[in-house]
């Protein structure tokens, strides 16, 4: 693809994503997606089939760059903590979702029932992290890192509690500033919700 094409075809893409963070995916359309780069409707063809494939290019390709924030935890002897590398991992993630607000509302709160093909994709996906996820807790377990007990639960909340605080970290919630986030789920990661009992 010329450079041309190239940027012709990130100019669509950046449109429609500020189209379906305003509409949402069910009320934006083709039209709206190139009135925003004053370009014809089948200019828009020359790149996309129809508003799903754009769409699902944007989801895709925003899953692709979370799932490389994630790096295995390297055991090897002089690597870095594994309480490092998880901070790591957070701040690669948490920079990512401020970074881009627009796709973390589309992605985790948009995405989901607009397309069963898309759905599926998705669901592959989370299927990826869980596992690998659950793998980084069996093995913090193994090392006496992580708490014992079963690890679905941990998984389910620490996956839920994730994708609630990126929400609305990008929606004004609660404060965006990346270090106050990271440091945030750290302390809560090691401390967890409740104080210890008193005597």
Request: aromatic share 6%; net charge negative.
């Amino acid at each position: 693809m010329s450079d041309r094409r190239a940027r012709r075809k990130q100019q669509l893409l950046e449109a429609a994503k500020a189209v379906f963070e305003e509409k949402g995916y069910v009320a934006a359309t083709v039209d709206d997606i190139v009135g925003r780069v004053d370009v014809a409707r089948g200019t828009f063809y020359l790149y996309f089939d129809d508003k799903l494939a754009v769409f699902e290019a944007l989801v895709e390709s925003f899953m692709a760059a979370l799932g490389q924030c994630i790096v295995s935890i390297d055991l090897t002897p002089g690597a870095p903590s594994p309480r490092d590398q998880l901070r790591a991992n957070l701040r690669r993630v948490v920079e990512l979702a401020v970074g881009d607000p627009a796709m973390v509302k589309i992605a985790l709160s948009t995405a989901m029932g607009v397309d069963a093909g898309l759905d599926e994709k998705l669901s592959v996906f989370y299927g990826l992290l869980r596992q690998f996820m659950d793998e980084t807790l069996e093995t913090g377990q193994r090392l006496g890192i992580v708490r014992s007990g079963p690890r679905g639960p941990m998984l389910s909340i620490a996956l839920g509690g994730m994708e609630g605080l990126l929400l609305d970290a990008v929606s004004g919630a609660v404060d965006s500033d990346v270090d106050e986030l990271v440091e945030s789920v750290m302390r809560f990661l090691e401390s967890g919700l409740l104080d210890r009992p008193r005597a």
